[in-house]
């Protein structure tokens, strides 16, 4: 049986979406791909909130972290983590020897802001990287306060993973300053994964010229290049598949319209909030909740195998904690294209499997 | 009007293996994620005529290079090129700082055994990159000469780009002693593009425990480490979508039985190298033609451009020459599923607009 995913990604996708995954091939050297690529494109900007370029990627949004930490530092970036996926960027900084350090928040808490000022104010670093959405511990980062700190360092290339969050809740790129601000598709945008896509600002066009090794399949500027002078074809053969349903899920997302999707996942998301302190607690610092995950403590010491696998019986699948956090916290995502009655079925037969 | 694409990449891909890229969702953390992985696999380590491990990343052939390259070469690597993409791993070497010679042959050559022989012999080099295939000319190299070579070279690390040839002929992996053989899945194997394939030798892995900075998203040695620790689970959350249509199609492979393909494929190819032969001619040395592609002279100096119109029309699509022979040279893939009445069917019609 189809178990409902209601995990951060994979997400659960819809049988229209779905259904263009499987559209005929064409060829990548086409009219007919640069027209759909340069659409894509185009709808993009819509959802970002920038009239920046707007860059795909056939690979997870980990791909895209390391392109962008690659073409972005000269001198050193400054990595702000609050989880898991924070300290990737740190991880994938060693593994390409690009010199980087990595400042550490308390899992459950959001970055601290004023330590990215002082930080910053060393003079040391030419890039901040920060995770708007932390998939491990379900805080969003308030990145419009990082955003009025950066005003004060504008040498400074600003690279965000908005990977759980970019088409769940509003993040103005253009407005906010982000010079390269990354997501892929299988997340609040509600496709399969397998591409990932980003913004690249000016300003990180011209950082990216002055670095001389940035790789070559995940290297932004590369891929910036190409499309300008190739009528948006990519280097490489992109996966087409994804394109097709990228372009249809556009479509509908802006007929949905923005505000209301935002305004959807937020209704979600403060749904779920309360049914969490009603029977649990919320793991994460409430002034920092995110809109499109929520991380629940364990405070009655259930047992989550157990529970997911009673809830797998009735079609539903919800996230263990994530690393270590496992067996003492859970996740229940709610973004893509579910709605507030999803997540009421879903929560109701939780309530029905632990009687509460 | 669909086109049905006799280009080399990507190619036609059967309805019912399409069907299979818009199979629902299913969480990548789980045993059934875990089971779909590891039996594709099994299945492509008889593709590969191999007992080594088998890797899967979420990129086109080139991320997939790209990670060869980089985790082989302590010392310094040999790239043999003939062709565009042979010139690739040069690329790719020289955006990575990887030490690297690139050695190139005239276009329409096959790579020259003895000059690798001589050049290995200085004891400079620890890597040899070859593309088995070489896409732009339409050149299929004696890989089994070189290997004979290879003998002498214990230290050497054998990279081979089989993108453009692996499931449409023979290539033994293990008794030629290839240590990472990449390929991609929008070729001979029959499906869209969005997902890249190699084999890891023992040999390979040692070797990349000895590399530094081998990069992260699109390293073999990570890949290699991540899915034994995690039961064939990948690091990044991986094309599930090209997963479900690979199982598929792997299944329909081996039941055509792995002979039977390679002799469908060469059955193509000589109908349509006899076809050059008669009304233009090979552009490529016909002691090393490729079986999954042919690359033609254009001795009639046709409008290619023109004839792929008409073609077009009837719901046919050609490759025009690459690069430097855009106009001088055309190209007919005969490769994944098409029969030899799919090339009868597009020769005809090209004789019919031609007026042959």
Redesign the interface.
């Known amino acids: 049986m189809?178990?409902k995913?209601f995990?951060p990604?994979?997400?659960?996708?819809r049988?229209d979406v779905?259904?263009?995954?499987?559209?005929?091939?064409?060829?990548?050297r086409?009219k007919e791909a640069s027209n759909l690529q340069r659409g894509i494109s185009d709808k993009l900007r819509k959802v970002f909130h920038t009239k920046e370029e707007i860059l795909l990627s056939?690979?997870?949004?980990?791909?895209l972290?390391?392109g962008a930490i690659r073409c972005s530092t000269v001198k050193r970036a400054a990595i702000f983590s609050v989880g898991a996926f924070g300290n990737r960027w740190h991880?994938?900084a060693e593994?390409?020897?690009v010199p980087a350090d990595l400042f550490e928040e308390e899992w459950g808490k959001g970055v601290d802001v004023d330590k990215i000022d002082k930080t910053l104010a060393t003079g040391k670093y030419d890039v901040l990287c920060v995770t708007h959405n932390e998939t491990s511990t379900g805080v969003m980062n308030p990145v419009e306060e990082i955003a009025e700190v950066l005003k004060k360092y504008p040498e400074v290339v600003w690279c965000v993973d908005t990977v759980s969050s970019m088409g769940g809740t509003k993040i103005e790129v253009d407005k906010l300053g982000m010079d390269i601000c990354l997501t892929?598709t299988?997340k609040a945008i509600g496709l399969?994964?397998?591409?990932s896509i980003c913004s690249f600002s000016e300003k990180a066009v011209e950082r990216a010229k002055k670095v001389?090794?940035?790789?070559?399949?995940?290297?932004l500027l590369?891929l910036y290049n190409y499309i300008h002078k190739k009528d948006y074809q990519y280097?490489?053969?992109?996966?087409?598949?994804?394109m097709f349903a990228l372009d249809y899920q556009l479509d509908r997302m802006l007929e949905e319209g923005l505000e209301n999707r935002y305004k959807r996942h937020l209704d979600m998301a403060q749904y779920v909030r309360e049914w969490a302190k009603k029977y649990f607690a919320l793991y994460s610092d409430e002034r920092y909740l995110s809109n499109t995950v929520t991380n629940l403590k364990n405070t009655r010491n259930i047992d989550i195998g157990e529970l997911n696998k009673e809830l797998g019986k009735r079609g539903f699948?919800i996230?263990n904690g994530y690393g270590k956090l496992k067996g003492k916290a859970f996740r229940i995502a709610h973004m893509a294209d579910f709605t507030l009655d999803d997540i009421k079925e879903l929560l109701n037969n939780i309530n029905d499997i632990l009687r509460l």
Request: net charge neutral.
């Open positions: 189809h178990k995913l995990i990604g994979p997400v659960e996708v049988q779905l259904d263009k995954m499987a559209t005929p091939m064409i060829g990548h086409s056939t690979s997870s949004g980990t791909g972290l390391e991880q994938i593994a390409n020897n892929s299988q399969p994964p397998g591409m001389k090794f940035r790789g070559y399949y995940l290297d590369t280097p490489s053969t992109p996966s087409l598949s994804h699948q996230s």
